[in-house]
């Protein structure tokens, strides 16, 4: 029983390592090579992780939703680099992203940050699935949880294997599972994501870096429900929220594959001049 008993807790022993060492790996490859080895369906967000972890000089840093990836996704340079991925992510994920690539580039931080979000998300929240795969799994771990208010660390810490969160084979493996805490919406932004829109703008007046808000291109069926959303709300009241309803721009429904993105033909060059100056 003794030399039965030594050998399960070996064998638990080795498979524990092996796991471990196998996460670390696979974290260590996708960080330095940049390629999607696991096919991850959410690589977009790895690839705003890394991109966010660079020390690299660029004059103004987009963050955002997947919309925002279509129009940015390729800039890396000196001029634009693109950490926009997911509206999954939230206000949440974008200054966990923005605040990561601030302390990687103490001495060049950007002269200016974009933040390019769809008028349809603002009552989004941290809860459902997405929540999981696409955040918790990605930013509730030590690099990342020093930036989050104690509201999301308490919240998150009571999720499905949270413990976990932080090791590496935890958040490359598929397990994913569906978060519904049903977090107050507000009357068009949720109190979460308003909360995390005012930390960016703290970080970067404390930083002397200008902060901009936009929308992408949206379908011309959208514009009624777009702007019972919007007018009269009283956020409306707020100069930065006048400015980014004023540049919700229509295209016609052909233009777009789907509610939100634009077919690949139709995905203007440079849609906010980013360039120009």
């Known amino acids: 029983m003794k030399r039965f008993l030594f050998q399960l807790v070996a064998f638990v022993f080795v498979a524990h390592l092996v ?11 996708i960080n330095k090579y940049g390629k999607n080895f ?20 660029t004059r103004r840093l987009v963050i955002g939703d997947s919309v925002g990836a279509s129009l940015y996704d390729t800039d890396d340079n000196d001029t634009v680099t693109s950490l926009a991925a997911t509206v999954a992510l939230t206000t949440v994920g974008q200054y966990c992203l923005m605040a ?72 490359l493996c598929p397990y994913s599972t569906s978060v519904e805490e049903h977090l107050p919406k507000g009357d068009f932004v949720s109190p979460q994501q308003y909360r995390y829109l005012r930390k960016m703008m703290r970080l970067c007046t404390q930083n002397g870096i200008k902060f901009s808000l936009y929308s992408g291109p949206v379908r011309e069926s959208l514009k009624p429900h777009i702007d019972s959303l919007f007018i009269g709300k009283s956020h409306m009241k707020e100069l930065l929220f006048k400015n980014y309803y004023k540049s919700i721009k229509y295209m016609p429904d052909s233009c777009f594959n789907d509610q939100l993105h634009l077919k690949h033909i139709f995905v203007p060059k440079d849609y906010f001049k980013l360039y120009n100056d």
């Open 100 to 171: 990561n690539f601030f302390d990687n580039n103490k001495d060049d931080k950007p002269q200016e940050v974009v933040l390019i979000l769809n008028p349809l998300c603002w009552n989004n929240t941290l809860e459902g699935g997405l929540a999981y795969s696409t955040f918790a799994k990605n930013f509730f771990n030590d690099e990342f949880k020093h930036y989050m208010d104690e509201q999301e660390l308490s919240y998150i810490s009571k999720w499905p294997y949270a413990w976990l969160l932080n090791q590496k084979w935890f958040a």
């Open 38 to 57: 696991l096919n991850n369906a959410d690589y977009k967000v790895t690839e705003a992780i890394v991109r966010s972890r660079q020390h690299h000089k």
């Open 19 to 29: 796991v471990y060492a196998l996460g670390e790996m696979f974290a260590f490859a």
